[in-house]
């Protein structure tokens, strides 16, 4: 299922699990695997700007801690970055907004207690747009530093692709989490929604904030998934049968990239051709016709009271891509029009729980296509269907387009039902990689 | 100038600063003498902040009374961010966060022209350790809890209104033990920026007053939406269905009385009352509610567990994360999905059977003697688990002499509508 494990020149370049393994036979220290990313770190930060706030020398003192204690938990040894709108104790909270430019929580977030209860040390805070919505960062592209990294867990993915971590955490409300691991050619994984605690993360939109994992390789994303849930981890099993796939075009489906639509239909294809079951899911237009314009009144509506502290007390700090496009577009959305639209959000999950009932996991698109050039980080078309609807999702990559940079594809599965798309997921890109290992 | 103007409704106050027959500062200042007065007796603030509140009236006074709450001073339970007020989550030291901004509701509060005048006691975490707050009607009993020292303060008139919360009971039930009014809005209605976490699932701020149309005032101020007065007269004929809960034989005589006083008191006004059977799902309900509860504890609270356990209580530990451990993502998932399961059963009920409201109890009784049992929250948890708004209304007295209420219950997102009729309602039983 994996590749060869040959010995990887760095210890930065061995994966979450691989580095977990290793620091706790004692053939890596602990400390060893934190120089080692911090060294890349170091080399690249200036490139890439990843990080809003990293402390080399907490993270060399915690590592040596953890090596002195012995080992504890799945992860180790491991370092694990997180989202700088996530709290994570003895770092500051910056939104990347001026607003809050001495916020020191003191208290860790729940995802941070766990990765630290679970063995892991906290890396630093990587960099989001602001407040988690449009407005970017100056993050870049790891992979061509003229492109975005996508966002706005845009440091998250970049810097687990280019090393610097093995681990990042971000959150998504729209497509926040896999679209970066898309462009940044890294596994993103959106969990369903009520999973996992969204204690000491700035809230947007209850209805829809979830916190949001990325790694190099989907047993990582397991890894971290247990830690994250508090639950037994059991190392990533692919399914016991071909995944039953249905390739699912939405509404918007030719608003992307031909080479991106090209890609998904071609994994279609070679998954059918190694003996998956896989078909069509259409999803019916009276219902599903609206849904960018559903989920767009649910977040903005409740955003604009979620951020009434700083519309009124720090309006002039406020970009005007988050006043005008989230807050002032919610203060217009009326109840009933935010009521109607969570009533139809309603009614468009149970439908797909219905229509997927003998289904594995859809296959689609995880974003337009390659990262584009600038650093816009662009549309959330093809993930924000996936975070209304409350069902866990996956972004892989898959190739590359004519400009050099990752394809992907997204698989989506049933709410509540995570390891089983996990699985999936494995044998997924199993096939696809055995057909195509570039 | 008004007599006692902490007595005011928070609409007649709001009237009377409009027309100029009370200023915000006069009002605060009747309000912080009563809150004062009456510490040592009720104890339902954690913090007031008399000079800050001060600062504000005076702005106030200097400018136009344009928000829906100008003037109104209020409380909130210590579980919302304050940037200005200390916020202790109702642990006991250890080390708390100071956020720089206010949550949601407060913000928005503010927005609208309303003073925070301080914290109220909160008893989620410390359960049973320090729950000093006294049920002002009768301080030898609880107020009720965990939304306490709101239900209190607002009962004494020490504020014209707080906000609570509520994740099993503790908003509704200790309104109902004080004789006062509280709305659990639709799930996600009010934004939960800034508050202290329970159970994600559930938690749900609201307006606690001494009336029915001040809620209405409340609720828009605290969705930013706009006011529209509760229209009791609209309400013709409703259609009520009684539901009395798989737990009825919890119900104490004050609450059956209550029950009751309340179907009499309605079908007299025209109502068309239905018996309403919930489903055995419905009984599994209290079951599923705590395996959530408990399994969110568990992670929740990951950063207290390890850093900070001295801050609560040990029934806290052995009650809520040691089974929250215990608790299997499996065991999670049925409830969830139990959970959801009930809430789509109703949502569809409501329509099919055209019932305006469900009426159930708001508690199972009168407020229990001492202070360290808040009461039983078993007529509140469906409420809470299938996300619909909810009111307790006051309906009289138990033979102990202390108030019962009971509560009525509207479909999903229809909370205007529910308003209507909890004042119809509230007519109706204040005038038995």
Not at chain 2, 203 to 215: K, N
Request: aromatic share 6%; glycine share 8%.
């Amino acid at each position: 299922m994996t590749t060869t494990m040959t010995a990887p020149a760095e210890a930065r370049d061995l994966s979450a699990s691989e580095a977990a393994r290793a620091i706790s036979t004692g053939h890596l220290t602990a400390e060893a695997l934190a120089r080692s990313c911090l060294d890349r770190v170091a080399s690249r930060d200036r490139h890439v700007e990843a990080w809003a706030h990293i402390d080399p020398d907490q993270v060399i003192a915690d590592a040596r801690a953890a090596d002195r204690a012995g080992p504890k938990g799945p992860l180790y040894g491991v370092p694990v970055a997180f989202k700088d709108i996530i709290d994570a104790r003895g770092a500051p909270t910056g939104f990347n907004s001026p607003i809050y430019p001495d916020y020191h929580p003191r208290s860790d977030s729940a995802v941070s207690a766990l990765v630290r209860l679970g063995g892991g040390i906290v890396m630093g805070k990587v960099a989001t747009t602001e407040f988690a919505n449009m407005h970017p960062g100056p993050c870049r592209n790891p992979l061509d530093l003229e492109r975005t990294p996508g966002g706005s867990s845009s440091g998250s993915a970049a810097a687990v692709a280019d090393r610097q971590v093995p681990l990042a955490l971000g959150t998504q409300t729209s497509g926040s989490m896999l679209r970066p691991a898309a462009y940044c050619g890294i596994v993103g994984y959106k969990p369903s929604f009520g999973e996992i605690s969204r204690v000491g993360v700035k809230q947007q939109s209850g209805s829809f904030d979830t916190l949001g994992l990325c790694a190099r390789t989907l047993p990582d994303i397991a890894l971290l998934r247990a830690v994250l849930t508090r639950t037994p981890h059991a190392p990533l099993q692919p399914a016991d049968h071909p995944p039953r796939v249905r390739l699912c075009r939405i509404p918007e489906w030719m608003d992307a990239e031909e080479q991106g639509r090209v890609r998904v239909e071609r994994a279609a294809n070679v998954l059918a051709d190694a003996g998956c079951d896989v078909d069509e899911l259409a999803l019916p237009a009276d219902l599903f016709a609206e849904w960018f314009d559903v989920h767009r009144r649910i977040a903005n509506f409740e955003s604009a009271r979620n951020f009434a502290f700083e519309t009124d007390q720090h309006r002039d700090k406020l970009s005007a891509t988050i006043y005008e496009g989230r807050i002032l577009d919610g203060q217009r959305t009326t109840l009933d029009a935010y009521v109607a639209a969570c009533r139809q959000a309603e009614a468009m999950r149970i439908w797909l729980e219905g229509a997927m009932a003998e289904v594995d996991c859809l296959l689609t698109l995880a974003a337009p296509g390659e990262a584009p050039l600038g650093m816009a980080t662009g549309r959330p078309t093809f993930n924000s269907l996936w975070t209304l609807l409350y069902v866990p999702c996956l972004s892989l990559p898959y190739g590359k387009g004519a400009a050099g940079m990752p394809l992907s594809v997204q698989l989506v599965g049933h709410r509540f039902a995570d390891e089983a798309l996990l699985s999936a997921a494995a044998t997924v890109q199993w096939i696809l990689d055995t057909e195509d290992p570039s | 100038m008004t007599d006692a103007p902490e007595r005011l409704s928070a609409l007649e106050a709001r009237t009377a600063i409009d027309a100029g027959r009370l200023s915000a500062t006069d009002l605060l200042e009747a309000c912080l003498e009563r809150a004062t007065s009456r510490h040592k007796t009720v104890r339902a603030f954690v913090h007031i902040d008399a000079e800050g509140a001060r600062r504000a009236a005076r702005r106030l006074d200097a400018g136009p009374a344009g928000g829906l709450l100008h003037g109104l001073p209020f409380c909130v339970k210590d579980i919302v961010d304050s940037h200005d007020q200390p916020t202790a989550y109702g642990a006991l030291g250890g080390e708390a966060n100071v956020p720089p901004w206010d949550g949601a509701a407060i913000a928005l509060s503010r927005r609208a022209g309303a003073v925070l005048l301080g914290k109220t006691t909160t008893t989620e975490l410390v359960y049973p350790r320090l729950k000093t707050t006294r049920n002002p009607l009768r301080p030898t009993h609880t107020p009720g809890g965990s939304s306490s020292g709101s239900a209190a303060a607002v009962a004494d008139c020490q504020v014209p209104f707080g906000i609570g919360a509520q994740t099993s009971g503790s908003l509704l039930r200790p309104a109902a033990f004080c004789g006062i009014t509280a709305l659990k809005p639709t799930f996600q209605h009010i934004g939960n920026a800034g508050v202290r976490t329970n159970t994600e699932a559930f938690d749900t701020l609201g307006p606690m007053a001494r009336t029915v149309a001040d809620l209405a005032l409340l609720r828009a101020a605290l969705m930013g939406i706009p006011y529209a007065p509760v229209a009791p007269e609209s309400v013709v004929r409703p259609r009520i269905a009684i539901c009395r809960t798989p737990y009825w034989d919890r119900a104490e005589p004050a609450t059956v009385a209550a029950m009751a006083r309340a179907h009499d008191a309605f079908a007299v006004a025209g109502a068309r009352l239905v018996d309403f059977e919930l489903p055995d799902e419905f009984a599994r309900l209290e079951h599923a509610h705590a395996r959530i509860s408990n399994f969110e504890s568990a992670r929740n609270y990951a950063h207290e567990e390890v850093r900070a356990p001295d801050a609560f209580s040990a029934d806290f530990m052995t009650k809520r994360m040691g089974p929250g451990l215990a608790v299997t993502m499996a065991q999670f998932r049925e409830a969830m999905r139990l959970v959801m399961g009930c809430r789509r059963w109703l949502d569809r009920a409501f329509v099919e059977e055209g019932i305006d409201a469900i009426l159930t109890p708001s508690a199972a009784g009168e407020a229990p003697a001492g202070l360290t049992n808040t009461g039983t929250f078993i007529f509140n948890l469906i409420w809470s688990d299938v996300h619909t708004p909810a009111v307790t209304v006051p309906a009289g007295e138990g033979e102990g002499g202390l108030p019962v209420g009971v509560q009525l219950v509207g479909r999903m997102h229809e909370d205007a509508r529910l308003l209507d009729l909890a004042a119809w309602a509230e007519r109706r039983l204040a005038a038995q």
